[in-house]
């Protein structure tokens, strides 16, 4: 049987919905807190905007799969006397079954990588302490199964490689996220890219999670762009890329139905703005011998804004970079 499409399409609007309609409580939340984004160096708000995007993504990921969970636990016998709700149950049983640490590594991570940029926030920490913590979060992802072969045979190779995966995507996002609606935006694109990738090889439980992503990083976007009631943030940014980072692993992008070993290498065109972005500006900082980590104005959107575009036409031509090369994997390897 053939995965039921509404299923997916269930996934992306419930994440929508959750997250636009929390974030009014979030951003009340922020403002009272005192969780908000000071005017100052560098910064081109004249007042406090808060820090909500983490929180109201995390949300809007986090409550559909709540939701969904208790339904299927809570399932009575009447409710699957319909053979297609019977055999989706099986299907979700089977799959969180053979998936389940993986699930709660990527769920607990999340947390993790917004609690980390929160902490950043709050308290300025280190860039050796945070990325610590984003590498202790990432040895745990990998812990759990996921991992990046490239088809090497050494055990190490994967973990290795896999954590930096992990580490570069997640700062590229965090890199990204400069101007208003680029960081979201981008995540937007290859969380629907990855979505759509799994539900081709008939990955299910991948495809979900791709479109609840998806949903609630668009549920966010309109509070973000062109103008920002509110930012993302280092937690959000962090969230993010953390989330692009491991989506980008899970698909089984070559199989049977697409023998194709390029295939493999997919991810690079669904995430190709923000990594050629984070390889131009490290060369860029290194070449001047500055610290990576120290931020400055040598972004792909800076650029485009000294070419004269307005920051609002430079994102969007980024985020329209990004989904070309996305469609191009699709039409190039599938």
Same mark, same amino acid.
């Given at each position: 049987? +053939?995965?039921p499409?509404?299923i997916?399409?269930?996934?992306f609007?419930?994440? #929508?919905v ?14 009272k807190? @005192? ?6 160096h560098?910064? =081109? ?8 995007g ?10 559909p799969?709540?939701i969904a969970a208790a339904?299927?636990?809570?399932s009575?016998?009447?409710? %699957? ?7 989706? +149950? ?8 053979r998936r389940a640490?993986?699930l709660a590594a990527i ?14 926030? +709050?308290?300025e920490l280190?860039?050796k ?7 202790l979060?990432?040895?745990?992802v ?5 991992r990046?072969? *490239?088809?090497i045979p ?5 973990w ?18 400069n ?5 979201g935006? %981008?995540? =937007? ?17 991948v495809a979900?999670?791709?479109? #609840?992503?998806c949903?609630?990083?668009? @549920? ?5 762009f ?7 943030g ?27 070993? #390029?295939a493999?290498?997919?991810p690079l065109l669904f995430?190709?703005?923000p990594?050629?972005?984070?390889l131009?500006v490290?060369?860029?900082r290194?070449k ?5 980590? %120290?931020?400055d ?9 000294? +070419?004269g ?5 430079a994102v969007?031509i980024l985020l *329209?970079a990004?989904?070309l090369?996305?469609?191009l994997a699709?039409?190039l390897?599938?």
């Amino acid at each position: 049987m +053939r995965f039921p499409f509404y299923i997916y399409s269930a996934a992306f609007l419930s994440a #929508l919905v959750c997250s636009a309609a929390l974030f009014p409580l979030w951003k009340k939340w922020c403002e009272k807190t @005192g969780h908000v984004d000071d005017p100052g160096h560098r910064k =081109i708000h004249h007042t406090p905007i808060p820090l909500a995007g983490g929180l109201t993504v995390v949300s809007g990921f986090f409550l559909p799969i709540i939701i969904a969970a208790a339904g299927l636990y809570f399932s009575t016998t009447q409710s %699957l006397a319909n053979p297609i709700h019977a055999t989706i +149950r099986e299907l979700f049983q089977y799959g969180l079954s053979r998936r389940a640490a993986q699930l709660a590594a990527i769920l607990g991570g999340a947390v993790g990588m917004l609690f980390l940029g929160w902490l950043d926030v +709050r308290y300025e920490l280190s860039p050796k302490i945070k990325f610590f913590g984003q590498f202790l979060i990432a040895a745990l992802v990998v812990s759990s199964g996921i991992r990046i072969t *490239l088809f090497i045979p050494i055990p190490f190779v994967h973990w290795a490689v896999t954590i930096l995966w992990i580490l570069g995507v997640t700062n590229a996002f965090n890199f990204m996220d400069n101007m208003n609606g680029l960081c979201g935006g %981008l995540g =937007i694109i290859s969380s629907w890219c990855c979505a759509w990738a799994a539900a081709i090889h008939g990955q299910y439980l991948v495809a979900v999670l791709g479109f #609840l992503i998806c949903g609630a990083l668009l @549920g966010f976007l309109p509070f973000n762009f062109p103008s920002a009631l509110a930012f993302l943030g280092d937690a959000g940014s962090h969230l993010v890329g953390f989330l692009a980072a491991v989506l980008s692993i899970l698909p089984s992008f070559y199989s049977v139905q697409n023998p194709h070993t #390029l295939a493999v290498f997919s991810p690079l065109l669904f995430l190709l703005v923000p990594l050629v972005d984070l390889l131009s500006v490290v060369t860029i900082r290194l070449k001047a011998g500055k610290p990576v980590y %120290l931020g400055d104005n040598n972004h792909l959107s800076h650029l485009l804004v000294r +070419r004269g575009f307005c920051k609002t036409k430079a994102v969007l031509i980024l985020l *329209l970079a990004n989904a070309l090369s996305g469609a191009l994997a699709f039409l190039l390897l599938y």
